[in-house]
């Protein structure tokens, strides 16, 4: 084919065969861009107290995916906050909060978290919520506990918050979302009897009180309004004006939808993709990405878990890391740090920092392993393998290296750490090829050891 011919007769050309002057702008990097904080491994990291330090500097906090399904702690001011759906940066009076269209949201408990946090002392805040953002209801949470009865064995240990079958709803295109709450409300209760008949018949024996369910969101939806607007167009506004904008991921990328160790996952996707869906911002406005893992593993619920201690050594971890869920209140699982899984979470969000936390949990300890390779089949692997069944057959390979035996929770300077402490970093960078950042040595929201 003749291109130039081509060109030239749709009027692309001049007559003398040059391009015309365009018009179009030309794709440039944004110069103000977001900053994206994820978990790197299963969840549990301490992305609160990362996002709490950097929202210091945030003029927007946002999150992105998920629902109350997680939960991040926050101490500040002496006084510690939990946060299951409201953003963590909402303790930082100068930010505005945001919770984006990827966000499922259940109405009654997003009330009583603002209540219970309110009651410590969090009452200057601004919080815009996505109109766009799907509801969970109760029915949801009732079906979530359902199906998990009817997987028996085989259940995945989900939170019973609602928030697979929410999205299940939403991907099924019969969701309901607040801009149809806050719409013409015989609309929203059409599709609230619709929604209701539809889980009728999945589960004949489920009570719903559809009365007292369209009573309830009638007053729920004047509550919620005047937390309600376009998103989109907040951020794309704020990223216009180079305000800071500040991405909190829920969950982590061993729980993603896609990439996690399915099925044992959450029901979004909690890696870099979901903060371009759940936000609405572009790709190109996306600029330093944040991992956080713990400086050992740990795992809430069912699923594979190679380097899992089921010994004293995972007791101690779990006792010393005060391991309970946020959401949940179950202890933790723990294991040593897999650097197979990290190398894996990286490969997909491309983290250009890691914010290594609870290193002081590792004090006591006279060795500390790291995975470093997994075997199966007799074959080496550096990643893992994409079925959950095989990942809880690998053996893992470890690399052995001295612990400090020293406290390290007054430590604010990396030069400061033991020396053996510096080379467990140190060779945590080496492995994974990222550098780390920021060393969690506390609970405080100041216990940090900014590395670079």
């Known amino acids: 084919m003749d291109w130039n011919r081509t060109m030239e007769d749709s009027g692309r050309l001049t007559t003398n065969g040059e391009l015309p002057p365009s018009n179009i702008k030309r794709f440039k990097r944004d110069a103000n861009t977001a900053t994206v904080v994820l978990g790197a491994q299963w969840g549990d990291e301490g992305k609160g107290k990362i996002v709490d330090m950097l929202a210091g500097k945030a003029d927007v906090v946002c999150r992105c995916q998920g629902g109350n399904n997680a939960g991040h702690t926050v101490v500040a001011d002496g006084a510690e906050y939990d946060f299951h759906i409201l953003p963590s940066g909402i303790v930082n009076k100068h930010c505005t909060s945001v919770i984006g269209n990827g966000v499922v949201i259940h109405l009654p408990q997003f009330f009583e978290e603002l209540a219970k946090n309110e009651a410590k002392g969090l009452n200057d805040y601004r919080l815009f919520i ?3 953002a799907h509801i969970v209801f109760d029915f949801h949470q009732a079906v979530d506990g359902l199906q998990e009865q009817e997987k028996g064995k085989n259940s995945i240990g989900t939170t019973k918050k609602g928030i697979g079958p929410a999205y299940s709803t939403k991907a099924s295109r019969s969701g309901i979302r607040l801009a149809d709450l806050l719409g013409d409300f015989s609309l929203f209760e059409e599709k609230l009897k619709g929604l209701i008949s539809l889980h009728k018949r999945q589960f004949p024996n489920l009570e719903i009180d559809i009365t007292a369910e369209i009573k309830k969101y009638k007053e729920y939806a004047e509550k919620i309004r005047p937390f309600v607007t376009d998103t989109v167009v907040y ?11 500040l991405v909190e991921g829920a969950n982590a990328a061993l729980l993603d939808i896609d990439f996690g160790t399915y099925p044992y996952v ?63 209140k179950r202890k933790r699982r723990c294991g040593w740090l897999d650097i197979v899984l990290l190398r894996y979470s990286n490969m997909i969000n491309g983290y250009t920092g890691i914010a290594l936390t609870k290193l002081d949990i590792l004090d006591t300890f006279d060795e500390i392993q790291i995975a470093i390779a997994y075997k199966l089949n007799e074959k080496r692997m550096l990643f893992p393998p994409a079925s959950a069944e095989e990942l809880g057959r690998v053996d893992v390979e470890y690399l052995t290296l001295p612990g400090w035996k020293k406290c390290t929770e007054d430590v604010r300077k990396f030069t400061d750490l033991p020396e053996n402490a510096q080379q467990y970093v140190r060779k945590i960078e080496e492995l994974l090829e990222v550098p780390v950042r920021w060393i969690g040595v506390g609970k405080d929201r100041n216990s940090l050891i900014e590395v670079f």
């Open 130 to 132: 996505s109109n766009r």
């Open 235 to 245: 951020l794309s506004q704020a990223l216009n004006e180079r305000k800071n904008v």
């Open 266 to 328: 959450t029901s979004s996707n909690c890696t870099i993709g979901g903060v371009c869906t759940g936000l609405g911002i572009p790709v190109r406005s996306i600029g330093e990405v944040y991992g956080v893992v713990k400086a050992y593993s740990t795992r809430v619920g069912d699923g594979p878990f190679p380097t899992e201690l089921k010994n004293n050594l995972g007791e101690i971890l779990q006792t010393r890391g005060h391991e309970i869920g946020v959401t949940t």
